[in-house]
């Protein structure tokens, strides 16, 4: 999944390529049928408004591009409104995989970040869902170390995980599409560059939904964020988030796959709601 952090709204994850730099807060999965999906080309975007307290604070898009087994995300978000007065920002990443018996496998991710004038890069590349390698600049990673309550990544933490855009994919056995517990019930185990946590989903409701290019229903699940290494013990973001009850994923299908993908977000802070709303939701013509 994706997160950006809101600059002085702790939203979410604390690293900078979390989900989206005011960060802005993204995160998602998808409803794939592999006997006709991956047979054709499919051109999907969600195009999304960041409200806080009522007000537009940024805006994001993704675009999901399947050809056969292979996927590629594309994602950018800046701010927006009066929060670029206190922090003006933008991001964009691009991650690509394939698709093997309802899993997702990343292969190469990158991340760019611009905010205050300072620019962050990350680019990492998978092979059988570990992480090969990773280069992030500037790379803040050894300062962090010298910290007695850092808890280090080791070699261990980074296998059977994806990146946090890949992780806006979730591949449904076209016989379980139709059951919101097998859509929204998993964990989604996730490594940034920088840290490695589970987001663990689990069904709550179902939700009639409408915005430009859908009407129907999406699944309502809740989530809990639970660290696991490449952060700091008893950061005050970190065990805010580890206690947050008040996350929300709205998953709809993508036309035509059997493939769910986030069509709302709603995020507890310790200042108010943010909700990641759609304006538009479906497919476009094929790039």
């Known amino acids: 999944m994706i997160i950006f952090q809101m600059k002085n ?81 933008h991001g964009n990443f691009d991650s690509k995989g394939n698709i093997k018996k309802n899993t997702i496998f990343a292969s190469t991710h990158t991340a760019f970040l611009h905010e205050r004038k300072k620019d962050a890069t990350l680019e990492m590349t998978f092979a059988d869902k570990k992480v090969a390698d990773i280069k992030m600049v500037p ?15 080791n070699s261990g933490h980074m296998l059977d995980v994806i990146d946090p855009a890949s992780s806006l994919l979730i591949p449904i056995a076209y016989e379980d599409a139709s059951d919101p517990h097998k859509v929204c019930d998993r964990n989604l185990e996730i490594f940034d560059g920088q840290a490695r946590y589970t987001l663990t989903l689990r069904y709550k409701a179902t939700k009639p939904i409408k915005t430009e290019g859908y009407k129907g229903y999406a699944h309502v699940c809740k989530v809990r964020y639970s660290p696991v290494a490449g952060y700091k013990k008893g950061h005050k973001n970190v065990e805010f988030m580890r206690k947050n009850k008040r996350m929300d994923f709205w998953l709809a299908p993508i ?24 304006k538009y939701f479906g497919l476009t013509a094929t790039q």
């Open 9 to 89: 709204c702790s939203t979410t994850h604390i690293s900078g390529f979390g989900i989206f730099g005011l960060p802005i807060a993204i995160l998602a999965m998808i409803f794939i049928n592999l006997n006709a999906a991956y047979g054709q080309d499919v051109h999907h975007q969600t195009q999304f408004s960041v409200k806080f307290g009522g007000i537009t604070v940024g805006t994001v898009k993704f675009d999901v591009l399947l050809n056969g087994a292979n996927y590629q995300m594309i994602g950018s978000g800046k701010t927006a409104g009066l929060a670029k007065l206190f922090s003006s920002g």
């Open 139 to 153: 790379d803040k990673r050894p300062g962090y170390r010298k910290s007695k309550k850092w808890v280090p990544v």
């Open 255 to 278: 036309s035509g796959t059997n493939i769910f993908t986030p069509i709302r977000i709603d995020i507890g802070t310790q200042f108010g709601k943010v909700s990641v709303v759609p």
